[in-house]
């Protein structure tokens, strides 16, 4: 994507994932509202009071606390039945090594330590759960407000990236799989320039492009009031998805030939990055490498090889020459260019399935998301283990973080895009229904700090890009 008045365009092949076309809402029997607790009329709502809104969000939350709370008995009786396997092999062991049996306080002595090391692992169960759960309730309490405000429609074939410009103009930039790349003006949603230049489906010409653009940008036009909580979600279907087959770029200008073209990979280029400077970019491929460019004389630099199996991305540090590539071999590595004579790496092994982004934060933090559905925040001076982990139901692709308000953008394969901060706690879902939001899955976020209309943009398989408002109160940002 563009910067320093350049653009490097990247996009990658589809999935093969089934999607689903339709979203239900899930309805909570009258069996699971016994268990509750609950009067049957405040739940069922004739005579209640409660906005069917909050009563479903309470019904929820009531049947999570119930079954974490089944979970821990199960684990409760499984440390108990270690407790009592424990106990029994201590007084074997003890008539093995004296060749008589262990006085009984010598017994009870070990037994005591080990029951105390179990019972200790059983409160910290405990603890996690109920922090879980805690969390659930703060969500309902303070709710950011994510507001739509611009869709970006144009492209014929979906979108597997999005990303801002970081220098004047500020425009909006998309890479799609129908081969080209296009610049947009955030206010109006109008193209602005088309990119044409690659041969192969997303970058399966093996290359990576640079080229230059020229833009002038249009007068904005008012923005009608679309707000709506961040957790408001609306069954919808196909047959609500707006037509798209029209191509809205089609009286933009073209630029067909690039300014570079950077070829040494063998395989899909699938991500691209400025490192700090401009002068040097990287790349990531599905050769299971990624390689370093002087961007003038178009010379490789460096090729970057470890990971096992193809890369996902690729993620420079805004500040310092740091490189973050991760891969479908469940790692991601830290490369080190700050010294040119050393090329520190460092892998990481955290999660359990393929790592689909892993991105950089301002100062020592770095956070990585995965189709294991998780994603984990890292501290750079202790890798060992995440400092927060963040469990969603659905797969998550490439990930943004904003600095300022330090809040991360999850995009799933299950068309929801979600909010949280740098500690695990869940600030907003923002808003999908008949009207609004992606119906396909979402691809990547993308955020845009400095922009007074819109903060945050996403894009996905339905062929468009939307452009955010997101307001965080105050009171979540202090959380």
Known sequence: MPTES??????????????????????????????????????EGQDSKLPSSVRSTLLELFGQIE???????????ELRREIDTLNERLAAEGQAIDGAELSKGQLKTKASHSTSQLSQKLKTTYKASTSKIVSSFKTTTSRAVCQLVKEYIGHRDGIWDVSVARTQPVVLGTASADHTALLWSIETGRSLVKYTGHVGSASGDQTAHIWRYAVQLPTPQPVADTSVSGE??????????????????????????PLTSLKSHQGVVIAADWLVGGKQAVTASWDRTANLYDVETSELVHSLTGHDQELTHCCTHPTQRLV???????????????????????????????????????????????????VKVWDLKNMRSPIATIRTDSAINRIN??????????????????LF???????????????????????????????????????????????????????????
């Open 421 to 479: 901060d740098m500690s695990g706690v869940r600030l907003a879902r923002l808003p999908r229904s008949s009207r609004q939001g992606h119906r396909r899955m979402v691809c990547c976020s993308a955020w845009s700090e400095d922009h007074p209309i819109c903060n945050l943009f996403t894009c996905g398989f339905d062929r468009q890009a939307i452009g955010w408002n997101i307001n965080i109160p105050a009171l979540l940002q202090e959380k």
């Open 6 to 43: 350049g653009s490097c365009s990247t996009s990658r092949q589809a999935k093969q994932k089934r999607k689903s076309h339709s979203l239900s809402i899930r309805r909570t029997n009258s069996s699971e509202q016994e268990r509750t607790g609950l009067p049957r009329d405040m739940l």
């Open 232 to 257: 408001e979600e609306v069954e919808c279907s196909d047959k609500d998805e707006p037509d798209l087959d029209g191509d809205a770029s089609s009286d933009c200008p073209t630029i067909r030939v």
């Open 67 to 77: 079954r974490e709370f089944e979970n821990l008995y199960i684990e409760n009786l």
């Open 401 to 418: 973080v904003c600095v300022g308000q330090k809040i991360i953008a999850l995009p799933h394969d299950n068309r929801q895009v979600r």
């Open 324 to 374: 973050v590539t991760s891969s479908r071999d469940t790692t991601f590595r830290l490369w080190d260019f700050r010294d040119p004579s050393i090329h520190s790496v460092n892998v990481f092994q955290g999660h359990t399935d393929t790592v689909t982004s892993a991105v950089f934060t301002v100062g020592d933090n770095v956070v990585s998301g995965s189709d294991d559905r998780t």
